[in-house]
């Protein structure tokens, strides 16, 4: 490790950020839902719900609109035609889920540099987390994923993540960054005490900048960049 730099974390979300599959992820988990429940109310914007993961986004609408909880056998019937969906997606629209400019490059600098540990915190389910990053070919770096098969809240996720690295020292020591691309990562960065970097085009970008965030990257090109030009 380079005398003088802290020993880094750095968390990633999926969708959106390592991938251009957030507004196709969106759809078909709308459309999985309200085939499930036979309903086509509520498929509304992602910020408006309190936890914006799979979970936490099925558990209140449920209990907005139905009034109750979700069934075990419901979850696992939306889970299932969700991933089906992607699936279909992904052979008819595979260039949403190719990796972002310099994220490769970046992810293959920063894997192997001693101090700095990655990993995925992604408010998608599991089954449906994994099949994007075996599709996109990001599964071959073995980065640690927590989903929202492991908490509802994005901040939950995020330290479940953490939690499943293997440090040599306590997580207090290591300077953790966040990388995402809505205003919901962001908000969970905050909360945790985390940084921040968006990777975010357009609206999007600019909705972070007005939040706060300070760093925000149309993709992962400069970080890539400026990886290089640490490790001469």
């Known amino acids: 490790?380079?005398?003088?730099?802290?020993?880094?974390?750095?968390?990633?979300?999926?969708?959106?950020?390592?991938?251009?599959?957030?507004?196709?992820?969106?759809d078909c988990y709308w459309e999985a839902v309200h085939e499930?429940?036979?309903?086509?109310q509520g498929a509304g914007k992602l910020d408006e719900f309190e936890h914006v993961s799979d979970s936490g986004i099925l558990r209140e609408w449920c209990q907005r609109y139905l009034g109750r909880d979700a069934e075990e056998s419901e979850i696992r019937?939306?889970?299932?035609?969700?991933?089906?969906?992607?699936?279909?997606?992904?052979?008819?629209?595979?260039?949403?889920?190719?990796?972002?400019?310099?994220l490769e490059p970046w992810l293959e600098g920063m894997n192997g540099r001693s101090g700095t540990h990655l990993a995925i915190a992604t408010g998608s389910w599991g089954n449906t987390a994994?099949?994007?990053?075996?599709?996109?070919?990001?599964?071959?770096?073995?980065?640690?994923?927590?989903?929202?098969d492991d908490a509802i809240s994005r901040a939950g996720i995020?330290?479940?993540?953490?939690?499943r690295l293997d440090?040599?020292?306590?997580?207090?020591?290591?300077?953790?960054?966040?990388?995402?691309?809505?205003?919901?990562d962001f908000a969970a960065s905050q909360e945790?005490?985390?940084?921040?970097?968006?990777?975010?085009?357009?609206?999007r970008a600019r909705t972070l900048f007005d939040l706060g965030a300070e760093?925000?990257?149309?993709?992962?090109?400069p970080l890539a960049r400026h990886h290089a030009f640490q490790a001469r």
């Open 167 to 184: 440090l040599s020292r306590p997580v207090e020591d290591y300077h953790i960054t966040y990388i995402g691309d809505g205003p919901w």
């Open 77 to 102: 019937h939306v889970r299932e035609l969700f991933l089906g969906l992607m699936e279909s997606v992904s052979r008819e629209q595979p260039e949403l889920f190719a990796p972002r400019t310099g």
């Open 130 to 148: 994994q099949f994007k990053l075996e599709f996109s070919g990001l599964s071959r770096f073995g980065l640690a994923v927590a989903s929202a």
């Open 192 to 203: 945790l005490g985390w940084s921040f970097i968006g990777i975010a085009e357009g609206d």
């Open 1 to 26: 490790m380079t005398p003088g730099r802290a020993e880094e974390i750095y968390v990633l979300d999926i969708d959106g950020t390592l991938m251009h599959t957030h507004e196709i992820d969106n």
């Open 36 to 40: 499930v429940f036979e309903m086509g």
């Open 158 to 163: 995020m330290n479940v993540a953490v939690s």
């Open 215 to 221: 760093r925000v990257e149309a993709d992962f090109e």
